[in-house]
């Protein structure tokens, strides 16, 4: 496609166009500059390519050399703004109209301040600390050159073998919602266009989560009234917080690939919704059209998606080469082509790409891994820990006991950043080892095994390590690759060598408290019941070491819950807490040869102090569609240490006309409870948007009858009349 350049918008008694014009609306700076726009302008800001090296493994894209300036957008993977104000430059002056390229990347859990993964950010029950993070995050991305990032991920995800598990928040539509919903306000603030605010994207939309068998880019198997109940909320949450942008998934819904899905992108987020940003691809997906046996060819593929809705090409190089010729014989529509190009103007009027198309440098001293980044960083990864067990009161770890840390997880550093991490750089994390070594006076390190294999050779010096001392620490997990996309795997146990070294390590009969880092809900049923306590810490990110010495000694309370199931094995997946009943009741439908309730439930998590809850009373148990109804719960700290303690409330429709789970979370509250104090905990219940249940259309029902209102196995009834 040749593109006219070099020609000036301006008019020629030197007037500037009105889309270069600050003090005008959007909407009309974006009819303005559309009605300018060639055909073939508006088919290149369609395309994103790529500049910088993509270090991901599973995008092994090329390094573009030349590229046209014309291009709506590039994912951008260098590591500071020089190549991309250089490239700028070359939209801003060599093209006809001016129009700056949007730069893109996966900031996902931090861009070089790398935080705990999404699902350990989700356990941290906090969402007001995850979005401190995501906005440095964001900082750290714009002043690296990005304008955009492709985050956050809230697919729902309910089979832990899938390795992007670990990229979400669990397995809660609502959790993910609030999280999901809190990072698009802070990666975008009030204002796009100040510095520092870059624009989200909400992905994979949608359903990918639900991967057949936990594999990765496979089918997926999603009825209209589950689309609606589980996968819909966090998109529609996200939305409403004003995301930008969203990226089209993978997986086949059903029969129609999300990246060629009409229902999703254009009825649903945009017609229902309302949703005037715009739809990215995700890498290749439209190509993929073909390999999922959709598109006979590449140009169909191209048919297909941009009708369904989806507006920008990441990388695959086809709306380019296929679009005029698509648009010539009538197959897609000027009209579908403009509304495209308008939302994603929009989206770059909105960021003030046009009044700064170029970023300040500035070094790299003033930017990435600030002290206050770094303490927000370790704050973070403090609240997700999960302490699972804790018998006889072993952790905290005492002053003065000799400890013994042990395990493949003690001195590494990159397995603790978690895949998708950024920029993230091994020697930026600070390990559990260094960590420890700063607060415990005697520690000894022992390596015990590597992450697996079959090498024992250093279970004896591990034994001999436990016996020296008063406590064990085995640092045990998955490495970072072990998780992530294109990492699925069979069974969520860990390899065998590490259980067998934490049999062996307890021979020395003392205390082993097991450290936990991984990217996924882990098979516990052997571990578990041979550990003294269970710290699940995650891939904490770069100040791994510190939050762990924090909370292993005691400064820090853990207050981390699950916010996903942790499946008793393997074969009880898909297990999730907001299951429907069954047909039958009491033991029937079991399973025969393991438990049929998981090892450790969503929701659970264990502090060093006690918390006593008071009566959960309600302000009305009777209620119209237009009451709002109070309930109030008064929790007490009945330990000897300050806490933070989240209090999880949680309904109950017990007989619907569309069956409905045992119970929903709809609200949350994280609050510091000093020792020996009481803090009163409120839910406002608004009955259309807590008690109401959405059908299979996306209409909201509210059914009169008996309501359940749930905290911490109390439970109060609520009737519409
Ligand atoms: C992933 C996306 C990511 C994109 C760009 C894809 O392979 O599925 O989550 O945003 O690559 O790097």
């Given at each position: 496609m040749i593109l006219v350049c070099g020609l000036s918008a301006v008019a020629e008694d030197g007037t500037l166009p009105p889309y270069k014009d600050a003090s005008l609306p959007v909407e009309t700076r974006v009819e303005d500059l559309l009605s300018r726009m060639t055909l073939q302008e508006k088919i290149a800001q369609l395309n994103q390519y790529s500049l910088g090296s993509n270090d991901n493994v599973n995008n092994n894209g090329e390094q573009v050399k030349v590229l046209p300036p014309e291009i709506g957008s590039l994912l951008y993977t260098a590591d500071d703004a020089v190549s991309r104000n250089a490239m700028q430059k070359r939209a801003m002056e060599e093209t006809r109209l001016g129009i700056p390229i949007l730069f893109g990347y996966d900031t996902v859990h931090g861009y070089r301040t790398i935080y705990p993964i999404p699902l350990a950010q989700g356990a941290s029950w906090n969402p007001e600390l995850a979005g401190e993070a995501c906005r440095v995050a964001g900082a750290e991305s714009y002043y690296a050159?990005?304008?955009?990032?492709?985050?956050?991920?809230?697919d729902v995800a309910r089979d832990p073998r899938w390795g992007r598990v670990a990229e979400g928040y669990g397995e809660d539509p609502y959790l993910t919602s609030v999280f999901g919903a809190a990072a698009v306000r802070a990666y975008q603030g009030d204002d796009l266009s100040e510095p520092g605010n870059i624009a989200a994207c909400l992905k994979h939309f949608v359903g990918y989560g639900a991967s057949e068998a936990g594999r990765d880019y496979v089918y997926s198997e999603i009825s209209r009234q589950s689309l609606w109940s589980t996968y819909l909320p966090p998109f529609e949450a996200g939305v409403k917080a004003g995301a930008a942008t969203l990226m089209s998934s993978f997986n086949d819904i059903s029969g129609i690939p999300g990246s060629a899905n009409r229902y999703t992108m254009t009825e649903v987020l945009k017609r229902m919704w309302r949703h005037d940003g715009f739809v990215v691809a995700d890498w290749h997906a439209v190509r993929q059209l073909v390999n999922q046996g959709m598109a006979p060819d590449d140009a169909t593929a191209v048919e297909y998606a941009i009708n369904a809705g989806l507006d920008m090409d990441m990388t695959d190089n086809l709306y380019m080469p296929h679009l005029e010729a698509l648009v010539k014989s009538g197959r897609v529509s000027v009209e579908r082509i403009d509304d495209a190009v308008r939302r994603i103007l929009r989206v770059k009027f909105r960021l003030g790409l046009f009044e700064h198309p170029y970023t300040d440098i500035k070094p790299e001293n003033e930017r990435i891994l600030l002290p206050e980044s770094l303490d927000v960083a370790q704050r973070l990864a403090e609240e997700t820990f999960v302490l699972l067990k804790n018998d006889a009161e072993v952790l905290p770890l005492k002053p003065g006991q000799k400890v013994a840390l042990i395990g493949?997880?003690?001195?590494?550093?990159?397995?603790?950043?978690?895949?998708?991490?950024?920029?993230?750089?091994?020697?930026d994390v600070v390990s559990i080892f260094d960590g420890l070594s700063e607060i415990v006076q005697e520690l000894t390190y022992a390596f015990g095994c590597g992450f697996e294999g079959e090498d024992r050779s250093g279970f004896a010096e591990a034994v001999k390590a436990a016996s020296e001392a008063d406590v064990v620490v085995l640092c045990l997990g998955e490495r970072y690759s072990w998780s992530g996309e294109n990492a699925s795997r069979s069974t969520i146990a860990l390899p065998r060598i590490q259980e067998e070294l934490l049999m062996a390590v307890r021979k020395a009969g003392k205390p082993v408290v097991v450290l936990l880092s991984n990217g996924r809900p882990i098979d516990l049923s052997r571990i578990s019941p041979a550990a003294d306590a269970v710290l699940e810490i995650w891939q904490?990110?770069?100040m791994a070491g510190p939050a762990v010495a924090s909370v292993l000694t005691g400064k820090t309370n853990p207050s981390g819950r699950l916010n996903v199931t942790f499946p008793?094995?393997?074969?009880?997946?898909?297990?999730?807490?907001c299951q429907r009943n069954p047909a039958r009741e009491g033991s029937q439908g079991r399973y025969q040869d393991i438990p049929s309730t998981p090892m450790y439930e969503f929701g659970y998590g264990l502090s060093y102090t006690s918390y006593e809850y008071g009566p959960l009373s309600v302000s009305s148990d009777t209620f119209t569609v237009n009451d709002t109804v109070t309930a109030t719960v008064t929790v007490t700290n009945t330990g000897d240490m300050d806490g933070k303690e989240t209090v999880q409330w949680y309904i109950c429709d017990p007989y619907s006309t569309i069956t409905r789970p045992v119970k929903e979370l709809k609200h949350f509250e994280k609050k510091m409870i000093p020792a020996g104090e009481s803090r009163t905990f409120e839910f406002e219940i608004d009955p259309m948007r807590d008690l109401s249940y959405v059908d299979w259309k996306g209409d909201r029902i509210l059914e009169p009858g008996d309501y359940y209102i749930i905290v911490k196995g109390r439970k109060v009834r609520l009737t519409l009349e």
């Open positions: 050159g990005i304008d955009w990032t492709f985050s956050p991920m809230v493949p997880m003690a001195k590494s550093r990159k397995d603790l950043l978690g895949s998708w991490h950024g920029r993230g750089r091994e020697e904490p990110g770069v008793y094995t393997t074969g009880q997946i898909p297990i999730y807490y």
